[in-house]
């Protein structure tokens, strides 16, 4: 079988404009990036009717190196749907170069459920991350003049919280010293970078809803403390305007289209284990306008993505999903029941029973914490036994929710279409959704519940760090936010190398910080870095460019 890129290049993709005029959008509301990409105009949310229509969560087991396809599933659906008569459209978060350039790969699909262009997506698509970046250095570069130019606002050098980003996962830039030279070269500090999709202002540009709303959160960012403690915001340093300048392109959502032409909005990109992992509100929002069925995907497990689908990103835009899909792998299922890479392959009951209570409690947590019907995709793979497959059938069964077997990857849409179906048939049915919080509960309290409900954790630890800066939080008037937990993805603990559905644990938070503009409190758990590195074979050696501008290796 031809590789992704390869089955990406070999298609013959629809006119862009031709793709926005089956929704009903006009070349006005276009601003075309080339042939086959365009962002559109937000004010469409603003100046026309609402449209009624659901909405699908698609989430996922703890991920594994033997890949789930969330992504894949995510597109291959909405693909399918179409076939079935449904008008859907698809949302989705843009790629970071981190992952792209080292092991992850990138974040389009794969096989025939892809959304193309595939190398323009995964690549600088429409330069939205650049825009990101851009606004977040300059800002931290007029703080660092502010303090150079005579410090007016008696900003503390030792307590500043801002720090500089690149798209990149660059390991050395965990941690460096900025200012070195002479008294012209600036004030000589600490200083550190984060991966951009890390940055506030990531989740600034995907939670806000308008340029207004932008401009007011990116004044609210809390960027260091003076030396008596108090708040220093973006505002106070009257970067908020300049920039929102260089994000207001960046706030259109861009749309493109799958293999099989259902239009796709691509747009924002945190990463759930470091930050919220949900595309952008304006993305949403544009699909579930232009279709009677919008289908989002949130990051990583139903533990990262989709608990801050539910408690961050629903709560701050007032959506209500109406039914969520939970992807698995019978590879992935015995990978979590103890069985080594390389021998998933082989059929083992004993290890796939091992592992599907982690499936298990993902799915109990989408009905009974956040009250959402389920169904679970199950991505077959040509190994994957009858005995195997029913085995999961049958555990799922004893929660009241169906398994369909997806073979997106392989067949398109057509892979889809009994997974498509199940859907439809959830979306009948009427959903309780609620948060694992209330609204405004201290940040303890939040912490508590997301650790005790979601996790299945015994309870929350704070370090002697994190507990003065919850101090210092609650002193600055942000003790009630919502948290952004930054937690292992492998695990629903806080160490990595603990698979399945563990009980008995405590979660440790090391850090906790504002997230003011974006409005939440980030608690940082065990060894999670907001700046990763490459691994020892990055994907970046195989990448290429032929002389005809081809591109090659990407996956």
């Known amino acids: 079988m031809p590789t992704d890129i390869e089955i990406a290049q070999a298609a013959t993709p629809k006119p862009i404009t031709e793709v926005a005029a089956g929704l009903g959008i006009s070349e006005e509301r276009l601003v075309p990036y080339g042939r086959d990409k365009a962002k559109v105009d937000y004010n ?16 996922a087991i703890n991920p594994t190196p033997a890949g789930e396809g969330k992504t894949t599933t995510t597109i291959g659906l909405a693909d399918a749907l179409r076939r079935l008569g449904t008008k859907a459209v698809v949302a989705l978060r843009e790629p970071s170069l981190g992952p792209v350039f080292g092991i992850k790969g990138g974040a389009a699909g794969g096989g025939y459920a892809q959304v193309i262009p595939m190398e323009d997506i995964n690549l600088h698509f429409t330069g939205d991350f650049h825009a990101i970046g851009a606004a977040n250095n300059l800002l931290a570069a007029m703080l660092d003049n502010h303090i150079k130019q005579g410090n007016k606002l008696g900003i503390d050098p030792k307590r500043i919280m801002w720090k500089r980003c690149v798209d990149m996962n660059d390991r050395v830039l965990r941690r460096v010293v900025v200012g070195l030279g002479g008294v012209a070269d600036g004030t000589t500090r ?5 991966i951009t999709v890390a940055s506030e202002v990531m989740a600034v540009l995907c939670l806000a809803t308008s340029i ?10 809390v960027v260091a403390h003076t030396f008596d403690k108090r708040p220093v915001t973006a505002g106070d340093l009257h970067a908020a305007g300049a920039m929102a ?3 207001k392109d960046a706030l259109k959502p861009n749309l493109v289209q799958t293999l099989e032409g259902t239009p796709a909005f691509v747009h924002g990109g945190p990463f759930a284990n470091i930050a919220h992992g949900c595309n952008s509100v304006m993305a949403t929002r544009m699909a579930m306008h232009y279709g009677d069925v919008a289908i ?8 990262l993505g989709a608990e801050k689908f539910c408690d961050i990103t629903s709560r701050m835009a007032g959506f209500r999903p109406d039914a969520v899909v939970v992807v698995a792998t019978v590879r992935a299922l015995k990978y ?7 021998a998933l392959g082989e059929d083992n009951l004993e290890a796939l029973e091992a592992g599907i209570p982690n499936l298990l409690r993902h799915v109990n947590n989408m009905q009974d914490v956040f009250g959402l019907p389920c169904v679970v995709a199950l991505n077959r793979f040509p190994t994957d036994t009858p005995a195997e497959l029913s085995l999961v059938e049958e555990k799922c069964a004893a ?3 169906n398994v369909r077997l997806s073979e997106v990857w392989a067949k398109g849409g057509e892979g889809g279409e009994a997974l498509a179906s199940e859907v439809l048939h959830l979306l009948e049915r009427p959903a309780e959704f609620r948060q694992a919080y209330a609204d405004d509960v201290p940040v303890r309290q939040a912490l508590d519940a997301i650790a005790t409900k979601v996790y299945h954790a015994d309870g929350v630890d704070l370090t002697p760090q994190a507990a003065r800066q919850l101090a210092q939080i609650e002193a600055d008037g942000f003790g009630s936010l919502p948290v952004c937990v930054a937690k292992t993805q492998y695990s629903f603990t806080d160490d990595a190398k603990v698979l399945g ?5 405590r979660i440790t938070v090391r850090e906790l910080t504002v997230s003011a503009g974006a409005g939440f409190v980030v608690a940082k758990t065990g060894a999670i870095m907001t700046m990763p590195g490459l691994p020892r074979v990055p994907a970046a050696e195989n990448i290429d460019v032929d002389d005809d501008g081809n591109i090659t290796g990407l996956f």
């Not at 207004?212 to 960012?221: F, H, P, Q």
């Not at 559905?501 to 644990?505: C, L, R, V």
């Open 296 to 303: 989002t995907e949130a990051g990583f497990g139903a533990d």
């Open 399 to 401: 929660l009241g929710v």
């Open 44 to 59: 469409v949310l603003r100046e026309e009717p609402e449209h009624p229509s659901k909405l699908v969560l698609v989430t």
């Open 501 to 505: 559905a563990p009980e008995g644990f």
């Open 212 to 221: 207004r709303d932008l401009k007011e959160r990116l004044a609210r960012m």
């Open 245 to 247: 300048a260089l994000l």
């Open 190 to 194: 600490e200083d550190g970078f984060d």
């Open 336 to 342: 979590n029941g103890g069985v080594p890479k390389a």
